[in-house]
């Protein structure tokens, strides 16, 4: 039996943490069994039980905040400050779905009558589907998690977790809230396997359907992969997310909403912004403001409250984001800040703007992961919205403007994404749907939407 074995790295320093050792392929079928025996006792439970033991996993998480973002650092590069944060958002996530989830599931009775008298009683009543896998990324290594498994276990499902190879204390300690919470031992479970034994799982009786969040290839081939087996997938792939800048913009308020939206998480996040379409008339303002927003952006020891920007996850990475970066500035972008690694051990870069950025420089074309902001200059709104569309990504995008009725237009008319801000970066919310369109994935999470992916519809009629 051949079991792997997982060794992060801490990306601040590059020095090598303890290995862990993994599950062999057969070990993780026979988890995702147990699973579903487990899963089958589950589902029977009532909504006060379920939300009484997702009560308690806040309290956990609640608990062990401190530990779990010190984690998070050492594995991913996650300053402690926003380690913290994720933590609070994954226990407010527990507490939302426990609160709601009853409602969100609610029977809805259909009126069958007709013109010559009532009809048949009828309803649509929402049950589980089994046992999700989850395919979950590191760059939030715990609020990917919970993402899917709070509504999923509120649900009656059971959950299996595949989770990104240089968090794996990361996701042994997810599996260890849920236990500690009093779930059933087998209802979730990590699996620390290769992304090679994928495939094998989601062909398993025991799984239901998956979800993934990764990148656009890792989305194909676990939505081929489900497809052959006919079971239901959500993915939640990679972004470009587009802000449009209006000419009747603050542009103050542009340049502050801009820079938190491209530094989130160091810029390595999905729902980033990435592409800040401005029109010509302010352009130039806005490129000296966004300058100095993302300054106040200095790399520093990520175990200290005060710092904003950590290490990016890993030297490879960084070194695609800087070839990216020249290469844009070979086909005529210009630099107006950072670009330069720093002459230190460690993942780290520095906050990027780049500006002139057009078709055929990857900072037009492709998503960069990681602190790099590309100003695009537009004629108009017209053409502004254009630029915004012309992307195979649709994830999240923004509005800037002093004109909220304009900015809502365009958010809600206009914008190819599953989500649109107006004066604001775009964030996710337990309380609202979160995905995209296009390359972008498919399916929901989060809010009523994200609850009913995984569950049976099911149409009842008492005659």
């Known amino acids: 039996m051949t079991r792997p074995s997982f060794t992060p790295v801490n990306p601040a320093t590059g020095e090598a943490r303890q290995p862990v050792q993994g599950h062999s392929r057969q070990e993780a079928l026979d988890i995702a069994a147990a699973a579903a025996k487990a899963q089958q006792a589950w589902r029977g439970t009532g909504f006060a039980h379920r939300a009484a033991l997702m009560k308690t996993a806040a309290q956990v998480l609640r608990r062990r905040k401190d530990e779990l973002a010190a984690l998070m650092t050492a594995e991913m590069g996650k300053t ?8 609070e ?12 989830a009853e409602a969100y599931l609610a029977r809805e009775d259909v009126d069958l009558s007709d013109a010559h008298g009532p009809g048949p009683k009828a309803f649509v009543t929402f049950n589980p589907l089994g046992v999700v896998l989850a395919v979950m990324p590191w760059n939030f290594p715990f609020w990917q998690v919970f993402r899917f498994a709070a509504p999923t276990l509120m649900a009656g499902n059971g959950a299996v977790l595949k989770h990104a190879s240089n968090v794996p204390g990361c996701a042994l300690a997810i599996e260890s809230v849920f236990h500690e919470a009093g779930f059933p031992k087998d209802l979730f479970r990590t699996l620390l396997i290769p992304s090679g034994d994928v495939g094998a799982l989601i062909a398993s009786p025991a799984i239901a359907a998956v979800t993934l969040t990764g990148s656009v290839a890792a989305g194909r081939s676990v939505a081929s992969q489900a497809g052959q087996s006919l079971k239901k997938s959500v993915l939640e792939l990679g972004g470009s997310d587009a802000y449009v800048i209006l000419e009747d913009a603050d542009i103050a308020l542009a340049a502050k909403v801009c820079a938190a939206a491209r530094m989130v998480n160091a810029g390595q996040s ?3 912004g990435k592409r800040f379409i401005v029109v010509d008339q302010i352009a130039q303002a806005f490129e000296t403001a966004l300058v100095e927003a993302m300054s106040a952006w200095t790399p520093a020891d990520p175990t200290d409250a ?3 920007l950590g290490p990016l996850v890993s030297l490879a990475a960084r070194d695609e984001i800087h070839h990216q970066v020249r290469q844009s500035r070979d086909k005529g972008a210009r630099l107006l800040l950072g670009g330069v690694i720093p002459d230190q051990p460690g993942a780290w870069y520095p906050p990027t703007v780049l500006a002139g950025v057009a078709p055929g420089q990857p900072a037009h074309d492709q998503e960069i992961f990681g602190p790099v902001a590309a100003v695009i200059r537009a004629r108009d709104e017209a053409d502004a919205i254009r630029i915004a569309n012309d992307s195979p990504y649709g994830l999240g995008s923004g509005v800037i403007t002093s004109d909220l009725a304009r900015g809502e237009r365009i958010a809600a008319e206009a914008l190819d994404a599953g989500m649109a801000f107006v004066n604001k970066n775009v964030a996710s919310d337990p309380r609202l749907p979160f995905g995209g369109v296009k390359d972008s994935g498919n399916g929901r999470e989060c809010g009523r939407y994200g609850i009913l992916e995984f569950v049976n519809v099911k149409t009842v009629v008492v005659g």
Do not use: I, S, W
Request: with cysteine; charged share 25%.
């Open 80 to 87: 402690l400050t926003d380690g913290r944060a994720e933590v």
């Open 89 to 100: 958002k994954c226990a407010f996530n527990c507490d939302h779905f426990a609160e709601h």
């Open 270 to 272: 999905c729902v980033a």
């Open 306 to 308: 005060t710092t904003k």
